[in-house]
């Protein structure tokens, strides 16, 4: 079956760096592009970064740009969502989805002193 499985969540110090994977099962990852949204409390959910399938192509959001960055490895089936100079306002939910078909179960990023 389909899964997409999130990891490398966590709590950060405002200013700090976390990586986050998302592993992939059960289809045809290399023809999807894949996507990073996240939820807040309270807040709609929203994309951060997405990938195009063969990786030649990334989007980010702007509150994101220039702080996170988006990759894939299509070998490992996974796709990576490295943040860097963390702000509490990145506190939410994080997921991972090939396109809009596909969703992982989440991981919670805690940004706080």
């Known amino acids: 079956q389909v899964q997409l499985v999130e990891s490398g969540g966590g709590l950060a110090q405002p200013g700090g760096s976390l990586r986050l994977s998302c592993a992939a099962s059960?289809?045809?990852?290399?023809?999807?592009?894949m996507n990073w949204f996240r939820q807040a409390p309270g807040k709609e959910r929203e994309m951060v970064a997405g990938?195009?399938?063969?990786?030649?192509?990334?989007n980010y959001a702007d509150s994101v740009k220039g702080r996170f960055t988006i990759s894939r490895d299509n070998a490992k089936n996974t796709v990576y969502l490295e943040m860097n100079s963390l702000k509490p306002e990145d506190t939410a939910v994080y997921y991972c989805?090939?396109?809009?078909?596909?969703w992982g179960q989440g991981t919670q990023v805690t940004v706080s002193s």
């Open positions: 989805a090939a396109g809009r078909t596909y």
């Open positions: 990938i195009s399938s063969t990786g030649g192509s990334t």
């Open positions: 059960g289809f045809t990852f290399n023809v999807y592009r």
